[in-house]
């Protein structure tokens, strides 16, 4: 399990059991400031890894996006096909 302290005083914690694992997915878990589990998410293992290569995508060629990287400097991401995902 990874737990990342998040900006409303909760946390939120990512892993996968063995139970997860042979349902092919991630659990996502959103804890409150008082430790209580107010949302749960199962998500892919397929689109967990695509979450990532997106990040990885935007990042590196600095495309401008609201909630990866809003100062990023390119705007037009349809022309760029160069990128190879992992």
Do not use: W
Not at 5 to 19: C, F, K, S
Not at 49 to 78: A, H, Q, S, T, W
């Amino acid at each position: 399990m990874i737990e990342i302290e998040i900006n409303n005083n909760g946390t939120l914690r990512v892993g996968q059991t063995e139970a997860d694992k042979i349902r092919n997915g991630v659990a996502v878990e959103h804890i409150d400031d008082k430790g209580e589990v107010y949302r749960r998410d199962f998500i892919g293992e397929g689109v967990f890894v695509m979450l990532m290569n997106y990040y990885c995508y935007v990042v590196d060629n600095d495309y401008k996006d609201d909630f990866i990287n809003p100062n990023g400097l390119n705007e037009d991401r349809e022309k760029d096909d160069s990128y190879e995902v992992m």
